[in-house]
């Protein structure tokens, strides 16, 4: 199996690019016009934005497929195909809407259904390729490449879209909709042509496991059974609950307790994604020093996307804590400098964690990483449809317990900060060695971490 290269690499950046453009188009533009320009209640496109997470616990089950058949264009495809569908449908619900609103609303449902799978499917095996074709010491860059590759999707496709869609109408709405949805289509089959080449002829083990074709429940169940793979789900729900629960609460807290007008609570969020994307990029040129320096001892760790998940969240917890400061404190707090640094640590912790997704997904049972990734996946979709819930709930909790609005935000900021220290303990257990004597038969230690090629060899020499 050829390695990737930047160039490969970067056209599944536009598969990201196409994903990002459509769900941004579906879950923040039809949410604005619903509850806008048709006077809905905010619930129904909240009700709408959290099935289509929660149909993604269909991710480990679409990537078991890819597994079994052992080619991950087609589910890449046909995920698209059918997030297009779904994202075009959804338009056409929403401006039915203004007609008939039970009918309008009906038919949405259906289509955020549909954006999930198509999400789930193109997403999940959009990352085994990665995990499978790109080098260890390209992961970190590779992760941030693909990332912001889809966040640039998400920023032109609302540059644009927002041009066409003035001034509003419903027709204009559809034709967009269906536009994006076409463009985004016909980027992924151009993108993806010919890209997988040699991965499609299977190697001796690859070729045992398919024989088997194991049914889905076994292999989850498998990959459940594994102690890493099992640690690593938990992590990434926590810390995704961590991450996605300020969302929410961010611009409410700076205009509540700062006084901010809308504009300038606004413009935070530019700060926040500023700071995410140097975070990326600092874990990105680490990765790549810390492969050129890995001859010598006290540099080759510059790059490890371990130590930059468990640093990423530990950061992130110390920002949320200045803004619990800050929530104490009031105006006097710089609550710019603030959320500019929790962006870099939310983003350094991302990519660190994106990397070890990559680099975790093919350890275990052989012919399992798309299992995995889905498993991984569907617990990153539930814990985004839940922490935005829970951070929400929180606050308004805490507003009836405590009477100083800034006090509350502040009790809500601390619980998150406290996550993402629980997360960091979390990350920190994820891959730990094991001694020699306490490696079983399959490669896994009883303490629960996997040992990996390279203690197994220990291990056969000690053997004799």
Known sequence: ????????????????????AVVMLTTSTLNRVMV??????ALLPGFLVALHYLVQVARPRMGHGSDVGGRRTPWIVGGMAVLAIGGATAALATAWMASNHGAGIALAAFAFVLVGLGVSSSGTALLVMLAKRVPAGRRAAAATLVWM????????????????????????????????????????????????????????????????????????????????????????????????????????????????????????????????????????????????????????????????????????????????????????????????????????????????????ASEGHASREGVRMGLWGAAQAIAFGFGGLVGAAATDLARLVIAAPGGAYAAVFALEGLLFVASALLAGRIGQPVGSAQVLKDGYGRRGGFTGDRDMRVVHAEQG
Request: aromatic fraction near 8%; glycine fraction near 12%; charge should be positive.
């Open 1 to 20: 199996m050829t390695p990737f290269g930047w160039p490969s690499i970067a056209r599944l950046g536009l598969v990201q690019a196409a994903l990002g």
């Open 36 to 41: 806008v320009e048709l006077a809905l209640p």
């Open 149 to 360: 590759m889809m966040i640039a999707g998400f920023a032109l496709t609302a540059g644009v879209a927002g041009q066409l869609l003035d001034p509003y109408a419903p027709a204009r709405l559809v034709a967009v909709s269906v536009g994006v949805s076409i463009f985004a289509m016909v980027l992924t089959l151009v993108a993806v042509y010919k890209l997988e080449g040699d991965a499609t002829k299977p190697t001796r083990a690859t070729a045992t496991a398919h024989q088997h074709k194991p049914a889905f429940r076994d292999a989850l169940a498998q990959v459940w059974g594994e102690p890493v793979a099992r640690r690593f789900t938990i992590f990434v729900f926590v810390s995704m609950v961590a991450y996605s629960a300020q969302d929410l609460i961010l611009e409410p807290f700076s205009g509540t307790v700062f006084g901010l007008t809308p504009g300038a609570s606004t413009q935070l969020s530019g700060v926040q994604h500023a700071g995410v994307l140097l975070g990326m990029m600092l874990v990105a040129v680490a990765g790549l020093l810390g492969q050129r320096w890995r001859a010598r001892p006290l540099l080759r760790h510059v790059g490890s996307l371990r130590a930059w998940t468990i640093g990423g969240c530990i950061a992130s917890a110390v920002a949320l804590f200045g803004l619990t400061i800050g929530g104490l404190v009031g105006p006097g707090w710089p609550l710019k400098t603030t959320i500019f640094c929790l962006g870099a640590a939310n983003g350094a912790f991302s990519i660190g964690a994106i990397g070890s997704m990559m680099r975790l």
